[in-house]
């Protein structure tokens, strides 16, 4: 236990007299851990499936992790939620989901208590708990623990990494950013990449390099001191960005398709003891297409998207090796509780063919095949967005069905490698017990010898709902203490229990099978016919990967099942079932001042994430810039949201006043200023008029009329035939810059202005300039 007995404010345990002469001082203890306690880092990859780890029989290189798991243990029975915000509140709190107001992505919090987004204080993060055992906390990578609305400059800061426990954070507060040009946060407070890519920057070598230098920074003054680390990296979620040597190092390995991946990796898994000898392969899934009926140049970029996310995985490996080396060359490693995870099964966000641009995905809006082998000699560079297609993501789920958001066993099972030398014996072995992510946090302090505590900053703390499973480091006959599990994502609904699993697959058990499509809110009356009709039941410590539904031999134990999944769900906040997807990105949440029709931003400040930046999309609405040019010009951006995967710009470029909208790398719209803008003050700005509605189930924003002014009269005018239906991602607003890979190739980012700019502010109450006048004039001038 931390030595702390006297603190300010309690009983001084000291003498105090009159003058110091007659007094005996009593210095407060510092926190200090206990001897030989070891050092904690988590590691935690996104989207990474069971079957792409070479040691889990992937054919793809890891190096690194394979070192871990020939010094450790890999779990072959390990669980998420299936999906990334949700997964990673379990490896901090150690309690479900649901309980941690986390039913799914953050960006899809509803206002029910399971669902809010906000992970109660009661639910203490690890770093807090070991805060107060004498650690160092440090952060690095993806958080996405906190409502979106709440990333901001004006905070709040109090569900920040700085704000649950950690005294250093650099990474990314959002579900996925740009590796090449990553929207990074500093502790509390935003700053620019350190270097460009054509300098050689990527985000994955850039949290390694911080990773190091938190380490070093206390270990020269606190030698002994040791720390907790969550070492969570971009990779492998989209966009798949990696330098083109890493992608080119896998050149035609994977020409044979994604059949051939899944039965090479199986054989692999079965040899490595990951999977059991007499484990069947799940079946061909309804939703890929068989690889040999492919046009060829479909197979040709699709082999190319898995070499770049080959080389993404291996690059991100190479990373973790940097800093396993460092620990070891520093003396760290011996002692250090290393733990390998991934938040959930490989992600099938780049549809049925891949893309070039994973907002296209959430937009429903993908681009024709055409488009994408155009730009194949891109994938994985700066400009691009890619994600690979449905078959790479069923097959990196190998053996199992399925993948990311359902919970068939390739959505929420992953691989899971322990390595601690001085505390296991054992030297890679497989272990089979069942864990589950919210089991890390009471292992962690079965390790230490710890008590959860009762209180966090005066607050309460609720029971945790995992169990250690440090009984099985070195037994590997130790029994299961994790019996009961459930599991909803999205309506996609399981339970675990003694070997047992029943799944109630929604909308279907594939896409193709089901008379819905994915995001259908599911009513009262559909989940009466659900329950009634539609769970299936597996037998796992037999049929490991869920090849043979056998609810039709086994009616009781089927209700039993279901009947639990029910006092589970009670118990943790799971209801109401919410299976929307689209309702719940386009909810309007509380934010942190009133609601208003007109925003003001200033040049010089931070960069706003899409949660709280105007909503422009589908609606009318103008930007006014109040500027001055000097008397050689200017030139630069006054205002853009986005970047090259889609967005808007408004700017000055050769003297003329430019709006560009970029429709997801679909299409680019632009209208510009028939003169150019004089010295002095003005006020330019820019309107959208919608004449049209959108089609969000086609991919197709609200065409509108796009008009520029001048001191407001018109200066040019243009019709956009469509526009961006649904999100920007990225989404970050920017007023006298363009941050990142840029809107528009009219330009070279950051394109700063270079005039004056006072101030720049978006108006969505509707109010247009309607000149009618200025209009003739315009007309006239062209005649």
């Not at 040009?181 to 890519?197: C, F, G, K, R």
């Not at 079946?283 to 140049?297: E, I, K």
């Not at 039941?537 to 086994?554: G, K, M, P, Q």
């Not at 899409?610 to 010009?633: F, K, Q, Y």
């Amino acid at each position: 236990m931390p030595v702390n007995e006297y603190k300010p404010g309690s009983t001084f345990p000291g003498d105090i007299g009159r003058t110091a002469d007659v007094s005996s001082p009593a210095w407060p203890e510092p926190m200090r851990a206990l001897p030989g306690a070891p050092n904690v880092l988590l590691i935690v990859l996104d989207d990474t499936g069971y079957g792409q780890f070479g040691c889990y029989g992937s054919p793809i290189k890891t190096p690194s992790l394979d070192r871990l798991a020939g010094g450790g243990l890999l779990y072959n029975n390990m669980h998420t939620t299936a999906l990334c915000s949700p997964s990673r509140s379990c490896i901090m709190t150690g309690r479900n989901h649901h309980a941690n107001g986390m039913a799914a992505v953050t960006e899809m919090a509803t206002g029910y208590p399971g669902y809010n987004g906000n992970i109660p204080f009661e639910n203490g993060f690890v770093s807090e708990m070991l805060l107060h055992h004498g650690y160092n906390t440090y952060m690095l990578g993806k958080w996405h623990l906190m409502p979106s609305e709440q990333e901001s400059p004006a905070g709040p800061y109090e569900r920040w990494p700085l704000g649950r426990g950690f005294e250093r954070f650099y990474g990314f507060l959002g579900g996925d950013t740009n590796q090449w040009y990553p929207d990074l946060v500093y502790d509390n407070h935003q700053i620019e990449p350190p270097a460009s890519p054509e300098q050689g920057y990527h985000l994955t070598a850039d949290l390694a390099d911080k990773a190091m230098a938190f380490i070093s920074d206390a270990k020269q003054v606190a030698p002994s001191k040791p720390f907790f680390m969550n070492f969570s990296t971009g990779a492998t979620h989209a966009p798949h960005h990696v330098p083109r040597e890493w992608a080119d190092r896998y050149r035609g390995e994977f020409d044979d398709g994604w059949d051939a991946y899944r039965e090479t990796t199986f054989a692999n898994q079965k040899r490595l003891g990951v999977a059991p000898a007499d484990a069947e392969l799940s079946r061909h899934d309804p939703d890929v297409p068989q690889w040999d009926t492919l046009p060829a140049d479909t197979r040709r970029l699709s082999a190319r998207m898995m070499e770049v996310y080959a080389g993404f995985l291996s690059h991100t490996d190479h990373q973790i090796g940097r800093l396993i080396d460092f620990l070891a060359e520093t003396g760290e490693l011996e002692n250090t509780l290393i733990m390998v995870v991934s938040d959930n099964g490989a992600s099938a966000e780049g549809g049925v063919t891949g893309t070039t641009n994973e907002a296209q995905f959430f937009n429903n809006a993908p681009e024709p095949l055409e488009d994408s082998l155009s730009a194949i000699d891109e994938l994985g560079g700066p400009t691009l967005f890619n994600h690979y297609p449905w078959g790479w993501t069923w097959a990196g789920n190998t053996p199992f069905r399925r993948w990311k958001r359902e919970t068939y066993r390739g959505g929420a099972s992953d691989p899971f490698l322990v390595h601690w030398p001085r505390g296991i014996k054992a030297r890679g072995a497989v272990r089979t017990q069942y864990a589950h992510l919210v089991d890390i946090v009471p292992t962690v302090l079965d390790v230490l010898g710890a008590e959860p505590p009762e209180h966090i900053r005066g607050v309460t703390q609720s029971p945790l709902h995992g169990v250690s499973f440090a009984h099985t480091f070195d037994d590997a006959s130790a029994p299961t203490r994790h019996r009961t599990q459930y599991f909803e994502m999205l309506g996609h609904r399981a339970i675990d229990h003694d070997g047992w699993r029943a799944v109630c697959p929604w909308p279907g058990p594939s896409f193709s099978e089901s008379d819905h499509p994915f995001g259908t809110p599911i009513t009262a009356e559909m989940l009466s016919e659900l329950d009634a009709h539609h769970w299936e039941l597996y037998r796992i410590d037999e049929d490991f990967a869920e090849t043979r539904d056998i609810a039709a031999d086994h009616r009781g134990k089927l209700i039993e099942m279901i009947s639990l999944w029910y006092v589970e769900a009670g118990k943790y906040g799971v209801l109401p079932i919410d299976s929307s997807t689209l309702q719940r990105m386009m909810t309007e949440r509380p934010q942190i001042t009133e609601t208003r029709s007109s925003d003001t931003f200033r040049p010089g400040t931070q960069t706003l994430p899409a949660a709280v930046a105007p909503r422009v999309l589908n609606r009318p609405h103008s930007i006014t810039a109040d500027v001055e040019i000097p008397a050689d010009g200017a030139e630069g951006v006054l205002m853009s949201q986005g970047t090259s995967a889609g967005g808007w710009s408004l700017y000055l470029k050769d003297g003329r006043l430019h709006y560009t909208h970029n429709f997801v790398r679909r299409g680019w719209y632009t209208v510009s200023s028939s003169d150019p803008v004089p010295t002095g003050r003005h006020e330019l700005r820019f309107e959208f008029e919608v004449t049209g509605k959108p089609d969000l189930a086609a991919g197709k924003g609200a065409p509108g009329r796009a008009e520029l002014y001048v001191d407001r009269s018109l200066a040019g005018a243009a019709d956009f035939p469509v526009t961006t239906p649904i999100m920007f991602n990225p989404g970050g607003l920017t007023c006298g810059a363009n941050p990142g890979p840029p809107v528009t190739s009219d330009y070279t980012s950051p394109f700063r202005f270079t005039g004056t700019l006072h101030t720049v502010t978006i108006d969505l109450s509707g109010e247009l300039i309607t000149d009618a006048e200025s209009e003739m004039r315009m007309h006239l001038a062209r005649q």
